[in-house]
């Protein structure tokens, strides 16, 4: 079942100026409900351009983005929250935690946004953070916690409200080997249980490990592999 499609998006910066820059030239791409895809690309590839549409942070220049059916391209910025709330959660390399914050509240966060009641999304927070064998450290707080540790709480935050779909940037970046591994045994976890996810990352070797991956190229998708199937475009 499509999720989410994306026709012939672009997004140009300084427009109308004697310096516009287009960083996305026409991408086109369709994820389906349960999906675990990598969107590949080195640095200046426009990842993060195209990280920044899909979770609805920026919009696009032109072109048409469907979301669960619905044509969100050119929605308000107060409904684009409001849908970026309830249906993306992120992951972001740096965490983005609340400093002040412990983990159970940090994770509550989105929550809050959301209207759910204080009760409700303090039990909710709890079980999401044993979920991803975070429950002793429900008290902690960002200082207070490993790189892997301060991740995981970051996963379990962007479980909050149950979105379509988690979009991770880079998710393992600064992270070692080994905690790395533990953070995307996490996403291999909740993509068994039919979670849509879009893993944004320059490894190949994680990559790899996802069921579809889209190479991003000078801001333009120049090939798919989806299992032993490969696609080049030109």
Do not use: W
């Amino acid at each position: 079942m499509e999720l989410l499609n994306l026709k012939n998006i672009t997004k140009s910066y300084y427009i109308g100026q004697p310096n516009e820059l287009e960083i996305l030239h026409g991408i086109s791409v369709t994820i389906n409900k349960g999906e675990f895809a990598a969107i590949v690309g080195q640095s200046g590839s426009g990842k993060s351009t195209l990280m920044n549409v899909i979770g609805l942070l920026d919009k696009p220049t032109s072109g048409e983005y469907f979301l669960n059916g619905a044509d969100i391209s050119k929605t308000s910025d107060k409904d684009m929250s409001g849908i970026r709330c309830r249906e993306i959660g992120f992951v972001f390399q740096t965490y983005n935690l609340i400093p002040r914050m412990s983990a159970q509240k940090n994770v509550e966060v989105p929550m809050m946004y959301a209207g759910v009641a204080p009760a409700e999304r303090a039990e909710r927070a709890k079980q999401l953070l044993i979920q991803v064998g975070m429950g002793e450290r429900l008290d902690h707080t960002p200082d207070q916690l490993s790189g892997g540790q301060k991740q995981r709480v970051a996963i379990a935050r962007a479980m909050a409200n149950d979105p379509s779909i988690i979009l991770a940037d880079e998710p393992t970046g600064a992270l070692d080997s080994k905690t790395g591994r533990l953070v995307m045994d996490i996403f291999h976890d909740l993509h068994s249980m039919g979670k849509t996810i879009i893993f944004i990352t320059h490894s190949n070797e994680l990559a790899e490990e996802c069921e579809r991956i889209l190479t991003l190229v000078d801001g333009m998708i120049v090939a798919e592999r989806r299992g032993s199937e490969y696609d080049q475009f030109t």
